[in-house]
């Protein structure tokens, strides 16, 4: 994301913030890869493959940093307020709807809870922006990348945070890492 193109958004979200709720970006979910993806029979089309099929970015309340689910991980990021990278996922509908209304963060798509999970990446640095995560998928282990735009606005009492919903095929960890290769960390998911 270009500075400018983050300073208009910043701005967009601010005055959003102000009028309404938290200010958020989706995107599209990419068709898996040939290659990045290919599952357990190589082809990308394989219901064993882990798959995004949605995601979305922006601005949550700071507050929503407390209804994150018990025991995610936190990578601490130095020179900034708050204690860093928190990341983890949504393992049920409760715990998602809690930290939705305390985050003020629009509601999601429906997500199949057998089969899918809703991972999360927060920064509690109440400043830069995260974009639309990602995922590389093979087959038992798939990887969630988060772009970090380093843009330094102070967001009074927001904080920025990037969503995905994955149907989970036959992977059984998820890897969390920003862009860049900078790994925050490992956590077991099962389908079923």
Known sequence: MSTTRALIQVMGCLLAVAAASACTRTAPAPPPTAGASAGPSGNPGDPGVAVVTHAQAGLMKLDGVAALPAGHGVQPHAGYPGKGYHYGVFRNPD?????????????????????????????????????????????????????????????????????????????????FQLDGGRELGTIPVSSE
Do not use: H, K, M
């Open 95 to 175: 715990e998602l709807a809690a930290f939705l209304r305390v985050a003020d963060v629009a509601t999601l798509p429906e997500v199949d809870w057998i089969r899918e999970v809703v991972a999360y990446v927060v920064l509690d640095a109440q400043t830069n922006a995260l974009d639309a995560p990602r995922l590389t998928a093979g087959a038992d282990r798939a990887t969630l990348t988060v772009t970090v735009d380093g843009i330094e606005p102070f967001y009074a009492d927001r904080t920025p945070f990037a969503l995905a919903v994955i149907r989970l095929g036959t992977i059984e960890q998820l890897t």
